[in-house]
């Protein structure tokens, strides 16, 4: 996350001075925080409505959305595509959360990812928590490298940079002053500001420090919950992390991602397209590579293998109950429960031409989703066998 005072970044990259103090951010900082935690005596002198709560709520969602969607999966992971307006909404909203632009933002993101827990990482967490969770923010660290393409040649982020300060403003505080007056403007204004920085900001801080990296272990990203509750999704930070490309974080169905949500049922209005996924198998198939290629204590690798083992069995046993179903629906074959993903490709094969000719297109659709899982349970079957297959290496003498 960039400069919370909001100062707008410049086109041509910039060497900075680490040990200056950025003291507009420091101060913007202290401002708030302090704003913030006298608010409560405010409240007990004057009252709070239920149409500051109300604004406070809906303008947090909208600006952490807007941080979540806009700068994180559309401008810094191009995750998918959308419509002018909608992006230009975005960068509205992101501006009342008092990030930096969008570049800025992006800028720093991409850094993040390049140098994740090594020294030119911008919120490095081996620096400490408080260092990744606000403290890098007090230095002027400034743009390291060129932009890439799809950020140095966007009219609209620029646009959003260089009108970033009068956009803040009144997005950040002008609009609830507007609208519910100085209690508007405390709450709704300075206290939900707070909230969104702190949110953005433990993501890079205690999302840095968990144990739970199920898809990556060899990067200190982990996963969870709670970060992802107050952040609309970006909680599942491992798998961000092993795939920061896809526009999902929370690529489980379980797992609570309303970012992900949003930008699929806008995909569905014709808002947004062209959003990027990363496959089932390739998942499993990183997920396994990376936990075998990790060069971690022999004890832990052999915990994280039998803990990935677990779950590929359970992947395994819902998609061969989903395969099994799908055949029983265009097939008057025996299902036997343990039906291997080979026998069932064997099946397809073997009446699967027969079937096409006489059944109509709901059932056609379903062998094709056949076919599909018949895939992933192959390729869970195969590591599955790998991972049973792997042997610590022995102690040196």
């Known amino acids: 996350m960039p400069n919370a005072a909001g100062q707008p970044s410049t086109s041509v990259p910039a060497t900075a001075d680490r040990s200056s103090l950025n003291w507009p951010t420091i101060l913007f900082i202290a401002a708030t925080s302090l704003a913030t935690i006298l608010w409560p005596v405010y409240a007990w002198f004057f009252g709070v409505t239920w149409a ?47 990030q930096g632009s969008a570049l ?107 144990r739970r990296r199920p898809w990556n272990p060899a990067v200190s990203a982990a996963d969870s919950w709670l970060v992802a509750l107050v952040t609309f999704g970006e909680g599942w930070h491992n798998y961000h992390h092993a795939f920061p490309g896809d526009y999902r974080a929370g690529v489980e169905r379980t797992q609570f991602d309303p970012s992900k949500w949003l930008i699929w049922s806008l995909s569905k209005l014709g808002v947004a397209w062209n959003l990027q996924r990363v496959g089932f198998s390739t998942r499993w198939r990183r997920s396994v590579h990376s936990l075998l290629n990790w060069e971690g204590e022999t004890s832990e690798k052999l915990a994280r293998v039998r803990e990935l083992q677990l779950r590929l069995h359970r992947q395994m046993v819902r998609s061969r109950s989903r395969a099994l179903k799908t055949l029983g629906r265009v097939s008057e074959l025996p299902l036997p429960a343990n039906l291997s993903a080979a ?46 297959d792997w042997q610590p290496l022995p102690a040196a003498a």
């Not at 707070?194 to 420090?209: E, K, Q, R």
Request: proline share 3%; charged share 20%; net charge positive.
């Open 52 to 98: 500051e709560v109300a604004l406070a709520l809906g303008w947090y969602l909208a600006s952490a959305m807007a941080i979540t969607v806009g700068y994180h999966r559309l401008v810094a992971h191009r995750a998918f595509e959308c419509r002018p307006w909608f992006k230009l909404a975005l960068l509205v909203a992101g501006s009342a959360a008092w």
């Open 343 to 388: 026998a069932i490709t064997l099946a397809l094969e073997t009446r699967g031409r027969d079937l096409r000719d006489k059944l109509g297109r709901p059932a056609r659709r379903r062998m094709d989703r056949l076919a599909r899982l018949s895939g992933r349970l192959a390729t869970l079957e195969s590591l599955s066998d790998m991972l049973a």
């Open 104 to 210: 800025s933002w992006a800028s720093d993101h991409l850094r993040h990812h390049a140098w994740t827990d090594q020294d030119r990482d911008p919120y490095n967490i081996r620096r400490g928590f408080w260092y990744a969770h606000v403290g890098w923010l007090f230095t002027k660290q400034g743009m390291t490298g060129e932009l890439p393409t799809h950020l140095a040649e966007d009219r609209m982020l620029a646009w959003q940079d260089r009108w970033y300060i009068p956009l803040a403003i009144t997005t950040g505080f002008v609009l609830p002053w507007a609208i519910c007056g100085a209690g508007g403007l405390l709450l709704a204004g300075v206290v939900r500001l707070v909230a969104v920085h702190h949110g953005t900001w433990f993501v890079n801080s205690w999302a840095h420090l968990g």
